[in-house]
């Protein structure tokens, strides 16, 4: 994981630094370098969109998120976008071999909803993996089923996979360890508050609190958390 996040923040220096020499070049004339540097990530990015609310990372401005996919879900149905259409849905991306960071995140999920009560029912929660090879519908059945009762497994092709990992911009690649014969999947790890429009309204990185992310959700859906819920309230345990 730390591996991971220094070969992104490498990737990412490059890349801004890329974009701010582009922007110096091509610059207009009396065009302040800044607002050069904003228009050009907006147009690499695609799109000018107003900057989406995020709790807790900032999009750059112009980045467009999320989008088109088709996948199958753990029942062996294919779905797409369009099955989730005027729903909000909450999406992690990894894979049931995972032994820390996604069971800790999808658990993480998992509270935040319960955290809104009758509020989250509007929420899908949705868990895509990232390593199809392993990840049957029949694996996903098994796998989501412990962590919330509507949590949605979704798997595909290897080209499905990536090009909804492509969507989200979702980082992604296999990792083999000498001493382990199973091998591992470096990935990034945030969770992805969708709108009804299928575009991603807020990220959160790792190791948010529930409470905070049920918050956040709460406050773009524009509805208003009752107090806690009482023990023994809906649903079993
Ligand atoms: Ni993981």
Request: aromatic share 10%.
């Amino acid at each position: 994981m730390l591996r991971t996040i220094r070969i992104l923040a490498v990737l990412l220096a490059v890349l801004l630094g890329g974009v701010w020499a582009y922007a110096w070049v091509t610059r207009a004339p009396g065009e302040g370098l800044g607002e050069a540097f904003a228009a050009r990530l907006g147009q690499i990015f695609g799109g000018q969109m107003p900057v989406p609310g995020a709790g807790g990372v900032q999009l750059p401005q112009g980045m467009a998120l999320g989008g088109a996919f088709s996948l199958v879900d753990q029942a062996r149905q294919p779905v797409t976008e369009k099955d989730y259409a005027g729903r909000w849905m909450l999406i992690y991306f990894g894979y049931s071999y995972c032994p820390d960071v996604c069971p800790t995140e999808l658990g993480t999920m998992a509270a935040a909803l319960d955290a809104m009560g009758k509020a989250g029912e509007a929420v899908t929660p949705v868990f895509i993996t990232i390593d199809p090879q392993r990840d049957t519908p029949a694996a996903l059945a098994d796998y989501v089923s412990r962590f919330h009762p509507r949590l949605q497994g979704l798997t595909g092709t290897p080209e499905q996979i990536a090009e909804v990992a492509r969507r989200y911009r979702v980082y992604y690649a296999r990792a083999q360890r000498p001493d382990m014969t199973d091998y591992l999947m470096d990935h990034s790890s945030f969770i992805y508050l969708v709108g009804p429009d299928a575009r991603v309204r807020s990220l959160f990185r790792p190791e948010l609190r529930p409470e905070d992310i049920a918050a956040t959700i709460a406050a773009q859906m524009g509805v208003r958390l009752g107090g806690p819920v009482p023990v023994g309230a809906g649903g079993p345990g």
